[in-house]
């Protein structure tokens, strides 16, 4: 490994005591490499504007940069063990090309800021990937609760209930990935402050141009403390995941719907065949096995919460504790981007098997609608609702899923689904 930046003589280095250190620290640094890369450019830029670094000096800093992130781009420069992290490895490289210059480039600044705004850059980065992903999977669902209308019978307690429709359900989803949207797009902007120039915790004696860097990085804002830029640690990865596991509880029910529905018992819906696997011993089997991947991605979001609110028991400043939050937001943000980005073309493609869903709704599921007429007439609600009960069946019969669809005009439901509600809603979030 090269010497590590805070090595000064009299202290010894044991590769053992180095190892537990660093853990695998230097590959995950890799994930957000790029985002350490721009940030130090931002930096150089900031330190010129106050003459730490003369012109020429920041030109070749920046020359060097550049040539950093190409070369890692294409592989001719490999983050790995030979460096302490990937903070190390930028001024390390920036000194064996420019020497004095590559120096200076930590001047004003601490791994625990950079640290910060690198997985801060990178956190936007995947807010804004997750808002994509929730907005695709509802103009899907939009797009079908639009263009077709099937009677899908309507459970509560996994019991037969009342008559609902494919189109309730698209718009129900639909209507639950634009929450995801919206909650991701706050979430966004709630983080979207600049902690480089906080140093390591307490700021520094330099006036650092930290609106500058805040521009040049493209925040909204500076995260003006420094004891706040280190409080924010692990909280704002906190409040990233909360917004990932939003859209991935949502994916768990649907997949739920689908593993449920794709049964023979069920039989209503049918997977596109790319979408199921089959099995290594039973020539017989086509297995959901994505649909179910999809319900057990939540389970990685959760447990990298848990794990970085475990870590946060901590007093404030900088601890090395926090760098093992590191691999579990990776974890967490992989595993839910991963699923979420299936969804669009799952969902734009799953066929409903009409006869199945037609032969699943029995005439007792009419009694509500046949209580709430008896009702609307001027029959008290109760009396109806025990007369419906007493003859539920008879209740239903000569009844249709279509009528019952076309009567409940309940603003939402089925017959006034106010689709331009949520399509408008949709449209506001690219804007
Ligand atoms: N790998 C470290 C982390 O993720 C970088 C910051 C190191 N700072 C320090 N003071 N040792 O937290």
């Not at 009567?407 to 089925?414: D, E, I, L, T």
């Amino acid at each position: 490994m090269t010497d590590p930046l805070w090595h000064k003589s009299g202290t010894r280095i044991d590769a053992r005591i180095m190892r537990f250190l660093g853990q695998d620290d230097v590959i995950l640094d890799r994930e957000f490499f790029l985002h350490d890369i721009a940030a130090s450019h931002a930096h150089v830029e900031g330190l010129a504007s106050i003459g730490v670094v003369n012109a020429s000096e920041a030109q070749a800093l920046t020359r060097e940069l550049a040539a950093l992130a190409d070369d890692f781009n294409s592989g001719v420069f490999v983050l790995d063990e030979r460096f302490e992290d990937g903070h190390s490895a930028i001024e390390a490289r920036l000194t064996e090309r420019l020497g004095d210059a590559g120096r200076k480039v930590h001047t004003g600044r601490s791994r625990n800021d950079q640290v910060l705004v690198a997985t801060r850059l990178w956190l936007k980065e995947r807010l804004a990937s997750l808002i994509e992903h929730c907005r695709a999977i509802a103009s899907v669902c939009l797009e079908r609760a639009a263009c077709e209308s099937l009677p899908l019978p309507g459970y509560t307690h996994l019991q037969r209930a009342v008559v609902s429709s494919t189109a309730m359900w698209f718009a129900g989803f639909a209507e639950s990935f634009i929450d995801d949207a919206t909650r991701a797009r706050d979430t966004l902007a709630w983080i979207d402050a600049n902690p480089l120039g906080t140093a390591a915790g307490y700021g520094v004696n330099l006036k650092l141009d930290r609106e500058h860097t805040t521009r040049a990085l493209g925040f909204a804002r500076m995260q003006v403390n420094p004891v706040a830029a280190q409080l924010s640690r692990g909280k704002f990865e906190i409040a990233v995941l909360e917004a990932f596991g939003s859209a991935l509880l949502d994916l768990r029910r649907l997949a739920w719907d689908l593993s449920l529905f794709t049964t023979v018992e069920f039989n209503f819906v049918s997977l596109p065949p790319q979408y199921t696997t089959g099995s290594s011993i039973m020539p017989n089997k086509r297995n959901p096995d994505v649909v179910e991947l999809l319900r057990a991605s939540y389970a990685s979001v959760a447990a990298a919460r848990t794990e970085i609110e475990q870590l946060l028991s901590l007093p404030s400043g900088y601890q090395r504790d926090l760098q093992f939050s590191k691999g579990s937001i990776f974890h967490g943000v992989r595993h839910g981007l991963g699923a979420l980005e299936l969804v669009p073309d799952l969902l734009a493609h799953l066929q409903w098997n009409e006869s199945a869903m037609r032969a699943a709704i029995e005439p007792q599921m009419y009694a509500t609608d046949a209580a709430i007429e008896q009702a609307a007439s001027g029959v008290p609600f109760r009396d109806a609702y025990r007369a419906a009960a007493e003859e539920a069946a008879a209740a239903g019969q000569g009844r249709t899923p279509e009528q019952s669809l076309a009567a409940r005009v309940s603003p939402g439901a089925h017959a006034d689904l106010r689709l331009d509600e949520l399509r408008q809603r949709l449209d506001a979030l690219s804007a």
